[in-house]
């Protein structure tokens, strides 16, 4: 797959719900939301999602979710928003919908790997990632997350090697991202920092995803 634009990588965030007390993944539309409002409030959740306000962004989608019940963008989001909630299953449900609309959604078979390395799902999220990789590998932010399950673990270095060999940075976070991941594993915080740093005054918001990952990962925090 070609390297994802920013674009790509802002709608991720919303990278990585279930509409008050409603059950699934869709709600019945109402007269009360139009298409622009839909559109708005997309765009209202996805900020208050990168804000870290999943309850706000929950409230926020619920017009996009009456017009475009069976979007895949929307259903990705709230898939995102509920993660955020702790409610694994109904993320699931929304991401799986979300596929079924459209096969190969990018977003959200990211999203659903992602979900199983949350759930301690590391054995199938690995695997997951492994198969994303055949089908796309050129995709940095999927070389990104099977590195860190590797690193995190202990596993495979033969791949982990392979992954991001190169000695100079690529078009996005990705190789400095990479270098930090195993900068934290060999307990070298400073040069890991160095390393987001830089990420972040060349590529700016491009990093979000990147270090949202991180976080998960526990690389950054873990004691040596």
């Known amino acids: 797959m070609s390297r994802q634009p920013p674009k790509t990588f802002q709608r991720l965030l919303a990278v990585l719900a279930v509409v008050a007390a409603i059950p699934g993944c869709s709600k019945r539309p109402s007269a009360a939301s139009t298409p622009l409002q839909a559109d708005a409030a997309l765009r209202t959740a996805a900020k208050a999602l990168e804000e870290k306000k999943p309850d706000k962004a929950l409230r926020a989608l619920a017009p996009a979710l009456e017009v475009r019940s069976q979007d895949p963008e929307v259903l990705n989001m709230k898939g995102a928003i509920l993660t955020k909630l702790k409610d694994y ?54 070389q990104y997350k099977l590195l860190l399950l590797l690193l995190a673990h202990d596993s495979d270095p033969f791949l982990q090697k392979k992954l991001f060999s190169s000695e ?57």
């Open 89 to 142: 299953a109904g993320a699931q449900a929304c991401y799986e919908k979300a596929l079924q609309q459209s096969p190969g959604f990018f977003p959200a078979r990211y999203n659903i790997g992602a979900l199983m390395a949350l759930r301690g799902e590391w054995e199938p999220a690995t695997a997951h990632f492994r198969n994303m990789l055949i089908d796309q590998p050129n995709n940095e932010l999927v």
């Open 168 to 224: 100079t940075p690529s078009n996005t976070p990705g190789w400095y991202y990479a270098s930090a991941a195993r900068s934290y594993k060999r307990g070298n915080r400073s040069e890991a920092a160095k390393f987001t740093e830089v990420a972040k005054s060349i590529y700016g918001d491009q990093t979000a995803i990147f270090e949202e990952e991180l976080e998960e990962s526990g690389l950054g925090t873990a004691k040596k």
